[in-house]
Every structure is written in C-alpha cells, then in structure tokens.
C-alpha cells in the first residue's frame, strides 16, 4: 500500500538523527516487545508479512510520532485484536492493572514446543535459497529493466520511489516467498528474487550527485524488461 510509512526521498522530515553508542534497546519494554514479535511471527501466529502490512496501517500521527519499537508494539496490540488472541477490555484491565501496580510481576512462561518452533524458523530463514523445478527466471545479471509502476491495495516490498525507474539486474539470488501481503491473504508462492541497481540520477533526478547509485533486493513480479524504443539515457552497466 502507498502510505507514510514508504518516506524514502520525501523531503519535510530533518535530519536522520544519528546516536552515538546507541544501545540495541533504549528501554527494558523494547526488548521484551521485540521478543514477543518474534515469537508470534516465528510461530505464524502472526506472520512477518502480515505484521509489517499492520504496521503500514497505524494512523500517519501514530506512525511518525512513535519510536520504532512503539510503532512495532502498536502493530502487536491492533493484529492481535483483530485475530481475536486478545480483547480491547482484556488490554484495558492489564494497562490499568499495571498502572496503578508498576512493580508487579509480569507474566512469564515458557513453552519449550513453541521455542523449538521459533527457533526452527529462525535457522530456515537462513536456509540456502530453493528451486522450482521446470521454472526459470526471467532476467539475468546485466539485463536492463524498469521496475513496475503499480499501487497495491496491501503489503508490497517495492518503494514507491523506485516505480517507473530503469535499474540493471546484477545479482540473482534464487527463488524466495514473495512478501506482498494482501488483506489478510497469506504470502504468495515462491519468486526470483534480484539485486538491481538504480542510478542515483535516475531515482531522484539531477539534484543526484553523479555517478552514484543504489541497489534494491526485488521480486521478479515487480520487473519488467526495459523495450528497445525507451534504451536512450538508461543507465550503463558497469
């Protein structure tokens, strides 16, 4: 989907504020948030894809005025929800619950058939890429292409920044899920998946400095061949 959440290149927003030293979790809820969405999507309670689309959905006000990990701990709370895992009255009680007693304990318990899940899911997402057999890809590393111009109604990996540009497939990496999450829908089958790279004059225009570039990871529904009669002024390969 086209929200606020895609700000790449959007002008308005400051500096990227850089911290030095900065530590992995500013605070113990951040760690424990992170745990938890771990679990939830290393289970397929709530699944990766799906929990980024709910992220992309928080009100634009929400989004920009929250802290990464507030915005993933927001996405936790409307997902789940919605599944029906949890009630708005049930958080209501606990909120309140811990409000007026800070200092009590939290729940904790652990269930070794879900770690092993988790943590099973854990090592296959860095698991050699599969083949399907009988399917080739469609490019191959110097290929010209321009990335699709497309407005999907859910999750997509595509930036809008990077539609209608003419990139060059350099790498390819195997057949991967395809991540474009749509209302509900579960992930789509498995697709090519490229590194292309992107002059930077061609992404954001002259105000570029020149010969730089950057390289996206993309799907090969996202791509379409460059044709012969738009070649003029696509970038080189090098």
Partial sequence: MNGVHDMGGMHGFGRVAREEHEPVF?????????????????????????FRYEVERLDPVVYLNSSYYAR??????????????ITPEELAERSAHYAAMPHASIA??????IMAVAEARL??????????????????????????????????RLPRYLRGKRGIVRRCYGFFEFPDHELGDPT?????????????QEVW??????????????????LEPVQPDDVDGSPDAR
Avoid: C
Avoid at 108 to 113: G, H, S
Avoid at 144 to 154: K, L
Avoid at 205 to 222: F, I, N, R, T
């Fill in 188 to 200: 789509g089958p498995l697709q090519p998946l490229y590194s292309v790279e992107f002059e930077m």
């Fill in 26 to 50: 500013h605070e113990p809820w951040e760690g424990r948030e992170h745990g938890m969405r771990f679990i939830l999507t290393a289970t397929q309670l709530f699944p990766l894809n799906e």
């Fill in 72 to 85: 993933h701990l927001e996405a936790l709370i409307a997902g789940l929800i919605d599944k029906g895992v």
């Fill in 205 to 222: 225009g002259e105000s570029a400095e020149p010969g730089e570039a950057l390289s996206a990871d993309l799907w090969e529904s996202y």
């Fill in 108 to 113: 904790n318990t652990t269930n070794p058939a």
């Fill in 123 to 156: 090592h296959a997402r860095f698991s050699p890429p599969r083949e399907l057999p009988g399917v080739t890809q469609r490019f191959a590393p110097g290929d010209q292409i321009r990335a699709r111009v497309m407005h999907p109604r859910g999750h997509t």
